[in-house]
């Protein structure tokens, strides 16, 4: 068994990596890169030359290209050692025209040319847009090589990215003496209080190991998860800290700095990363802090996005099979009597009405009988989760109705029964003992599934609801061509739905031991 | 005997002698059997499936015949303020009495019932192509899916990669690549949307395919391509109808969902009619302009449902007893 897993998960993996793939080929193969400026403010603003550059700015931002200007090439050049910055300030001063360099200019820029055409770039050449004898405005001559970015390369990088290991090396500037201190009490609490935490320095992290309040209590940031980064719907911040931050708004408390500042703040201490420079950058960092961990987390009083989408997806899920199953079987007990009757009436309407019909139909009912239909993350109540949870478990009970009814139906009409009928059972023990655990056993396949699905959460629910839920994620970052989310958003997905069929398929061999998946004798 | 012995008749008078004859034993007594005439027969039996075909016959004419007859113009009234959002007693106080009236009228002074007719049109039309094609590439791809162990082994694969991929972003590549119109979007939905049909046409396959009949056939000779057309085929017909029962509505449905997050096309489908008046359910008297599509769509979806499902039942060959 152990090993027809681990071999699926590889098969898995290998079919998740291609799904990447092509998901990455469509985004920045197929779709129109230009459609990113439609609401740019900044590209409206510049014009020639100018824009010119700040498009391929921002398509490096957006991962599309791979793009060098030619003063970003001088200055590694003297980071390397091989041109002092004295002649750097001089050879950067390229002329109007190509044809008007100086002799050391046109040197270098041969250099760069030959360099970056060597490595499949394109070295383009601006020349100054003149007005009579001024520059035009965003008219300035340019220089700069750009490519696209191969796509293995791209998927190399973000296969390799997406598990981060911290170490003492992780933060380049110098910070000391690098290395990981073990204490029993967590400065975080007035190293008072017995609480073990792991502090580094010269990690990203300040603390890499700790205890505290919120679920699951023991927290590490050894390892971290990046998905991909977000430039457009959160700028800047990693898909899977978007989708387990906590929102709502700030929960505020008496905290006592690393300084010894002592100040009303919602600042989570324990999220402490790197960020160079910035005490010297902000006066009130450095009143807070005595080094340059000073980049932290809030404490908020909401869940986060994958925490509602959980929260109601699970409980409606949970929901579903209480109520689908039993319900299933009643209808097949049943067979053609009124409540089966009734019961396909309902799968009918389930699973023929647009989904957007019904969930503003119950949203209607729902309000009349005064029921909260909108939430509020400042002022939660257990009221608020009933209707999105209703909605959402409605069709899966009609699913499950559906599929209870056929197995239980074509179970009663297989030889087994006919043989326990004959040999005196009950009715009862027939139906209970032998036909509902032969049925069981398909609909056992679909449990894992739908409760790892329970996190992706459902679009259009949670914007009826205007719940603050995951299931936007992906169409939110589509329509403003998030290209790092989408990949980030993907691969999650994928990966859950690898893990689904496979937990699915040991599940069932659990459930029914005629079920074995080492050696198919077919 | 004994009583026909005491009419006094003869032997010969009694007996007829007939002829062994080739022919005739050759000949079946069974009545003659009509495969779609006995599908009609079971599917009419029902009187529910007589209403439901009526409904349904109905609401083909209302969306097909109507507009064309009476024609729509969205923007007719577009310029007159006091025709628009009427509740339906004001504007058929306003325009007379008409049909076309009954439902009040719209955000642009278009009538509701109308919008909603042609929006119906368009997305029945969607809807039915788009099962046309996915069903017959579908249930092609599957059958032969569902024999050759070699095109398995190579479509799981292909099944688990495309099937990873988030539907939404393909539509919205393609609706991004070309523009949002009608055929870009029936172009999206079936670019992928056959892969379904086809694995659970494999799957049916694969249960009846070493069925004893067919290993029988098989041993007589029977070339593959005959058992797939002569003995599997017309055992899937009620399988492929059920599954069309199920394929036409999600197409609507789908188009609904499309709209809502704004990859719709740019005719005014059902979807679109939904999604535009959504602001108008929250409005005290506008409802109407949400509930007529939301409820025609319904109509059309549970209609279509229910058709395709009881003729899915009727074409299955044992309910013919």
Redesign the interface.
Known sequence: MGKYVVKRLVHGLISVVIVIIVVMLLVYGLMNREQIFAEDQNYTRTALNEREVYKYQRWEEFGYVDYVPYSDYLSDLVRSGELDSATRDEVVQIARKAENDEANVAEYVEKFTQYYESQGYTVKRLDAKMDGRKVKTGGRQQLYAYRDRPLLTRALTYFLSVFKVDNIHSVKDDVGERGLTFTWYDPVYGGEKFSPAIIGNGTQHKYLLYFDSNFPFFHQNFLTIQLGKSYTVSRGIDVFDTMTRSQGSFVQSSITFPSGLTELSADDLHSAVYSSGSRASNPVLDARFVDDYANVDTNKNGFSKTGYSFIIGILSTIGAYILGLPLGIAMSRNKDGWFDKLGTIYIIFITSVPSLGYIFMFRAIGSATGLPYEFKMDNPSAAMYVLPIVSLMLPSVGNLMKWMRRYMIDQMNSDYVKFARSGGLSEGEIFYKHIMKNAAIPITHGIPGSLLFAMTGSLITERVYSVPGAGKLLTDSISKYDNGVIVGVTLFFALLSVIAAIMGDVLMAVVDPRINFTNKAR | MEDLKSLGLSDEELFSRIDHSLLESERITAPRYSYWRSVFRVFFRRKLNIVVLSILALVIFMAYVYPTIFGYDQFSNLNDATTKHLSPAAALQRFGPSIRWILGTGSSGNSTFDAVWFGSRISITLAMICTVINMSIGVLVGAIWGFSKKVDIVMI?VR???????G???I??LV??FSPSFWTLIFAMTITGWLGVASFIRTQVIIIRDREYNLASKCLGTSTLRIAIKNILPFMTSVIVTLMA?EI?SY??SE??LS???LGISEMSL?KL?TENQSA?FVPGWQLE?WSP??V??II??V???VG?NLGDASDPRTHM
């Open positions: 694969e688990n990669i495309i099937g990873n991929v988030p939404v972003l393909l919205s590549v991004m690549l199920t509505p609507i449905g609904v969902f809502y997050i704004g979807g939904i359910m949400f939301v409820f769509s319904s979806t549970i279509l449902f229910v499902q």
